[in-house]
């Protein structure tokens, strides 16, 4: 089946507690990204790729790192993760980028920062 | 800069009813437009992509119109059912900022018996 896969779904963390949030694809997608969704702000980018080893940051990047080594992952790292980056993460990808094809989403994960 | 907005933030309507979600944008300028719908507890699931050359797309009983120059598009479902109960967004890619979405809030939808 066609899809986007992140883990974990849901994590509970303290504040400067390293973590990692993968997100895979078995699309062959060339673009990836990352959103984060808050009440009242919607969804917002974080960070894409549009290749390995490309990546470029999006409207609410501090506080995250990315890495693109491989075509069918995009971890999003949160290396010292603070209160403000409790969220619900979203990954997508897609064919070639966003200006002509369909985004495929991920199912979400729940970040809480205590 | 690109905003999007969709109105109402919430609507609940009787199992059966016809009904249109709207979304517009300020810069006439995009790629594309795309709606979603997202279930609690999940993802966003793509239900209809037009491009900016196209005036609507057709799915089952979802019909999406877009009106570029306006700035504006429609989300038609038609015999609404308890299990079209969601959240719908509608996102652009705007020709300035190739990269990404732009996402509405998005329109919470009830369906009731």
Not at chain 1, 72 to 77: A, E, G, V
Request: aromatic fraction near 10%; proline fraction near 5%.
């Amino acid at each position: 089946e066609a899809q986007v896969t992140q883990n974990p779904r849901y994590l509970i963390t303290v504040t400067g507690k390293k973590l990692t949030v993968t997100c895979s694809q078995n699309m062959n997608h060339e673009y990836m990204s990352w959103y984060r969704q808050d009440p009242g702000l919607g969804l917002r980018q974080i960070y894409y790729s549009m290749n390995v080893e490309v990546t470029d940051k999006g409207d609410v990047p501090e506080g995250y790192k990315v890495s693109r080594k491989e075509k069918r992952n995009f971890p999003l790292i949160l290396e010292s993760p603070s209160p403000n980056q409790t969220s619900l993460y979203f990954c997508a990808s897609s064919f070639e980028g966003v200006t002509y094809n369909e985004q495929f989403f991920g199912p979400g994960t729940r970040l809480t920062v205590l | 800069k690109q905003e999007v907005t969709q109105i109402p933030a919430a609507l609940s309507v009787p199992e059966g009813e016809n009904l249109v979600l709207n979304c517009s944008f300020t810069d006439s300028a995009i790629y594309n437009l795309q709606w979603f719908r997202q279930d609690p507890g999940k993802g966003l699931t793509s239900l209809l992509l037009i491009q900016s050359s196209q005036r609507e797309q057709t799915s089952g009983r979802l019909n999406a119109s877009l009106d570029k120059s306006s700035g504006r598009s429609t989300l038609y479902i038609a015999a609404s059912q308890p299990g079209d109960s969601a959240t719908y967004l509608c996102a652009v890619t705007h020709t300035g900022t190739a990269s990404k979405l732009t996402f509405g809030t998005g329109t919470r939808l009830q369906v009731t018996l």
